[in-house]
Structures are given as structure tokens and as C-alpha cells.
């Protein structure tokens, strides 16, 4: 199994609303990102979870709030998000931190803030 | 901080001629250099990648040159086809987690 897979992939929610995203891995990776991707932009990286510890938060406000609950899942929690946080989020995972291989994405969610 | 450069931001191609995108690095720390491929409302994918130990790598028509002293590698692909059409990426790993993408390039192959 070498997919990461995202769901759900199309989210639409009001400003009030809270929702989470929920990404999964089984190949036993044991680093986990959050990226944001804005229309002809590259993949911005919000967040990085390191053995299930958040090591990375790059400045991210604090209506995302991300949640590693075991090795294999991640989640971006959801609440009070404003229009311009509509994008295409990615989650992708990596073996391990320090090992420089490949990032394996995830179809991502396109999330959409009426 | 970390960043990564791309050039060409947009690149027309006639089909079975090659195309090349360059990037710069600022670290000179990194020593993982990917390359992804992102179609239109689809994932990133990588199509090759390159570690500092390696000054070259070919995979079929796709290739990847890395310069460590001037910080910058670059993407070949030769006798483009249609379906290379897509936004690509380059991207350095900084600390050794931290992957940071160039703003992308997109490539047209024009039949």
C-alpha cells in the first residue's frame, strides 16, 4: 500500500462551522505533513508531525488545529476559517524525519469557506 | 530562511523537442532534491529526485543535474509528448524534514 489517503475531497463550510480533515497512511511512515495550496501556487507546508510529535507549526493561525491520534492517521482540525482559506489542502508522509526521501501526497481536499 | 528559486514560471514546448527548469537553493545544507509533477486538480507526484552524492540521474526521458557549489539543479525532459503538459515543482528538504517547493513551472507541449 503506498497511497495516503485524504478525506474527505470536497468540503464546503461556513465560517461558523468547525469540520476536520482526516488524512491516512499504512506504510509506516512515521512523518506526516500538512500543506495549504493555493490556485498556481506550489504546496505550502503548515505543518509536520515527527513520531506522532508536532515539530514543525509554520506560523499557522490557530483556527487549524492539527491532531496526530497514532502513527497512521492525521488529522486538521477546523473552526472559524475565513473565505481566503479556501484551498486545495495536502497531507503527504515520508518515512521518517532526517532520512531525505520521497514525500508521498495525498489526493488532498479542496476546501471551500462561504 | 529557506528558499527555493524556479525558472521558467511558464514554458512552451513543440512535441518531441526537450525542456529544461532550473532552480536555485539557499541552503547549503540540503541534500535532497525531488521533482514533482502536478496535473490539473491532481496530487503532486514525483518523477525523479537527486541526493548531494550524485551530480546525475536518468530516468528514461527525464533527467536531473545537480550543481552543489552553486546551489542549483535542473529537470530535463527530452522528446516531449503531450501528456508531459502539467505544472512541475522542485523542491529541498531543509533539517532534514522540512520540504520547501520552488513556485513551479508550467509546461506546455504543443502537438
Known amino acids: 500500500d503506498t497511497e495516503v489517503t485524504q478525506t474527505p475531497k470536497h468540503l464546503v463550510m461556513g465560517m461558523t462551522n468547525k469540520k476536520s480533515l482526516k488524512c491516512e497512511q499504512h506504510?509506516?511512515?512515521?512523518?506526516m505533513y500538512w500543506y495549504k495550496q493555493k490556485a498556481k501556487k506550489p504546496p505550502e507546508l503548515m505543518f509536520v508531525?515527527?513520531?506522532?510529535?508536532?515539530?514543525i507549526n509554520e506560523s499557522v493561525p490557530s483556527r487549524f488545529s492539527p491532531e496526530c491520534p497514532n502513527s497512521s492517521l492525521l488529522n486538521l482540525h477546523l473552526h472559524a476559517l475565513q473565505p481566503e482559506d479556501s484551498a486545495l489542502y495536502l497531507c503527504?508522509?515520508?518515512?521518517?524525519?532526517?532520512?531525505?526521501?520521497?514525500?508521498?501526497f495525498g489526493q488532498g481536499t479542496r476546501l471551500t469557506v462561504v | 530562511g529557506e528558499n527555493v528559486e524556479q525558472h521558467p514560471s511558464t514554458l512552451s514546448v513543440q512535441e518531441g523537442d526537450s525542456a529544461v527548469i532550473k532552480c536555485t537553493y539557499s541552503d547549503s545544507a540540503s541534500n535532497y532534491f525531488p521533482w514533482y509533477k502536478q496535473e490539473l486538480g491532481k496530487r503532486p507526484q514525483l518523477i525523479i529526485d537527486i541526493r548531494s552524492n550524485v551530480g546525475e540521474k536518468k530516468d528514461q526521458r527525464i533527467a536531473v543535474t545537480l550543481n552543489k557549489t552553486a546551489k542549483h539543479f535542473s529537470l530535463h525532459i527530452t522528446e516531449t509528448q503531450p501528456e508531459d503538459s502539467a505544472v512541475y515543482f522542485c523542491?529541498?528538504?531543509?533539517?532534514?524534514?522540512?520540504?520547501?517547493f520552488g513556485p513551479g513551472t508550467r509546461l506546455s507541449v504543443l502537438p
Open positions: 503527504a508522509s515520508s518515512p521518517s524525519e532526517g532520512t531525505n526521501t520521497e514525500a508521498f
Open positions: 523542491a529541498a528538504i531543509f533539517y532534514g524534514q522540512n520540504f520547501v
Open positions: 506504510m509506516g511512515h512515521r512523518a
Open positions: 508531525y515527527s513520531y506522532e510529535k508536532l515539530s
